[in-house]
């Protein structure tokens, strides 16, 4: 006698024709998807296992990937509001301070947000026009250093072809050495020199097209200023808020947790802020003071960059060693470089890193370029600002991860407690 199907296998069955309902439904309609409509779609699905510890590590998992995914998308976007939180994490100290000194919040940050809205005109009433009187005189003399450029390529390669280096005259390479033409690069790179400028723009300030290029320049000049002030003046509160949001059962944990974070990641911004812009003054005396072409445009390459730690000094000596190369005496320009970039560099690690930043945030050099290189790489601008911190973040999630484990029963082989 044939068995009726029961209840279960009936469940089973049900379940698999929703999934495959759902799974042709969200094919058809794939068009209007995105990564975040799923994840809302994921939330609302999951709420039925609400409070287990599955649902918990699958929330945490997919928000990671939204955010994720969200950084990507749209972070040119994002870079205003991101810089905002940055310089309200950074004057919070400050403002405190006032406030304690019975100063009111609001008051506090108008003292402080004055001084620097100052500085900002001042730096675009005088500095901005200097800095690009530089950059037009480097643009308007573009054809005759790249000429320049061109002969001195010329004559290094003479020079390679007469020596005889065992098995060159062979390579197929020294075909193409002697072919090389310098007027060939000379045109080339005058007929592109507008598009290298604009794309260089866009890759430093991680600029995007259209109305993301508007939208991005309203937003480093307007919206982040407004930004900043707005979290400053509420930003006690909107620790507390967030505080709150915390479970009850790990709330000391969690708040332990946040506050080694905290001391670490401000011993980092703040430090480095100071410290990069020290390096651009410094450069940028240094090289005026010898008579460096385009000091200022070095200099202010130099301190930007300097930000990001290991960045800054790779990508200033790219355009300090360019203009050197295409100068009259190279051999003196290449020496005022390597003079004022090994003073500056050998003050910022001796003096102005341990003195400033407060020595070392106990990260390995080798991680946070690795960590410089991948937030570059997968989020443009937005990414080498946040590298470090994510790098911290990591480090202590790891560590935390890796002593619950040291105290496990697996790792220690004790038996596990019974249940009383």
């Known amino acids: 006698m044939m068995r009726l199907p029961g209840q279960d296998e009936w469940r089973l069955v049900y379940g698999a024709a929703v999934l495959l309902v759902v799974g042709l439904f969200l094919y ?3 068009a209007v998807l995105s990564p975040i409509v799923l994840f809302l779609l994921f939330l609302l699905l999951a709420v039925p296992y609400a409070g287990t510890r599955l649902h918990r590590l699958a929330v945490v998992g997919m928000s990671v990937l939204a955010a ?52 900002l005109v001042l730096a675009a009433v005088f500095g901005v026009p200097a800095l690009g009187r530089q950059v037009d005189a480097l643009i308007t003399q573009a054809p005759v250093l790249l000429d320049r450029l061109a002969r001195w390529v010329e004559a290094l390669l003479d020079r390679l072809i007469r020596v005889d280096i065992p098995g060159l005259r062979e390579d197929v390479l020294l075909a193409h050495v002697r072919a090389f033409e310098p007027e060939q690069l000379v045109a080339a790179l005058q007929e592109r020199q507008a598009e290298i400028a604009r794309r260089a723009g866009a890759a430093v ?69 100071a410290a990069a812009a020290i390096v651009g003054v410094l450069t940028w005396l240094g090289l005026f003071a010898l008579g460096f072409p385009y000091a200022g445009l070095v200099g202010v390459v130099a301190g930007v960059f300097n930000l990001v730690p290991y ?62 290189a ?47």
Do not use: C
């Open 374 to 420: 991948m937030g570059g790489f997968f989020f443009g601008f937005v990414g080498l600002l946040i590298a470090i911190p994510a790098a911290l973040l990591v480090k202590l999630l790891l560590r935390s991860a890796l002593e619950k484990y040291q105290r496990s029963a697996w790792y220690t082989g004790a038996p596990p407690v019974a249940a009383e």
């Open 28 to 30: 058809q309609v794939q």
């Open 68 to 119: 994720l995914w969200l950084l990507r998308t749209t972070g040119f976007l994002l870079a205003p509001f991101i810089l905002a939180l940055v310089l309200a994490y950074i004057l919070d100290p400050a403002v405190d301070a006032l406030e304690r000194r019975r100063v009111p919040r609001t008051l506090a940050v108008l003292l402080l947000a004055l001084p620097a809205v100052g500085a």
């Open 205 to 273: 300030l991680g600029v995007g097209r259209g109305i993301g290029t508007a939208l991005t320049i309203i937003g480093y000049v307007v919206l982040t200023p407004v930004l900043a002030f707005y979290l400053l003046k509420d930003y006690d509160k909107i620790i507390a808020r967030l505080r709150l949001l915390i479970p009850l059962s790990r709330r000391e944990e969690w708040l332990a947790f946040l506050a080694e974070y905290d001391t670490l990641l401000s011993r980092f911004m703040r430090g480095q802020v």
């Open 311 to 372: 960045l800054g000094l790779i990508v200033s000596l790219v355009p300090a060693v360019i203009i050197a190369l295409l100068t009259g005496n190279v051999l003196a320009s290449l020496l005022k470089v390597a003079v004022v970039f090994g003073v500056v560099q050998f003050l910022d690690s001796s003096v102005t890193g341990p003195r400033i930043v407060g020595g070392s945030v106990g990260l390995h050099p080798v991680w946070v370029m690795l960590a410089i």
